[in-house]
């Protein structure tokens, strides 16, 4: 269905609009560079690797706990500390970036 003008059938009410923008709305490729990229985000293939991420932090943290640090030697111990530690931010980040994406 298209919506024409009564005086003049062969304006639509998207000629209207167009012929109505004002320059900025022109612009909004440049003041969002980003949005073709976002535009092809397939969620679902980012939700499984979200999932797959908490489910390997989740193993991370198992792995610090007390009764399986007698299996690790000191500087691993300390490095699946620092792992854990950067992939806990890593992991509020990105749920955070998601939750936002999706508002």
């Known amino acids: 269905m298209k919506l024409k003008s009564g005086k003049n059938t062969e304006i639509t009410l998207l000629h209207y609009c167009v012929a109505s923008m004002d320059d900025d709305m022109l612009k909004l490729s440049e003041d969002m560079p980003t949005l073709v990229t976002a535009s092809r985000v397939n969620w679902e293939v980012l939700d499984s690797a979200i999932n797959a991420l908490k489910k390997d932090l989740a193993i ?44």
């Open 60 to 103: 991370i943290t198992a792995e610090l706990q007390p009764s399986c640090r007698p299996h690790y030697s000191e500087l691993a111990i300390e490095r699946l500390e620092k792992l854990d530690t950067s992939a806990s931010a890593d992991w509020e980040r990105l749920s955070t970036s998601k939750e936002e994406a999706l508002i």
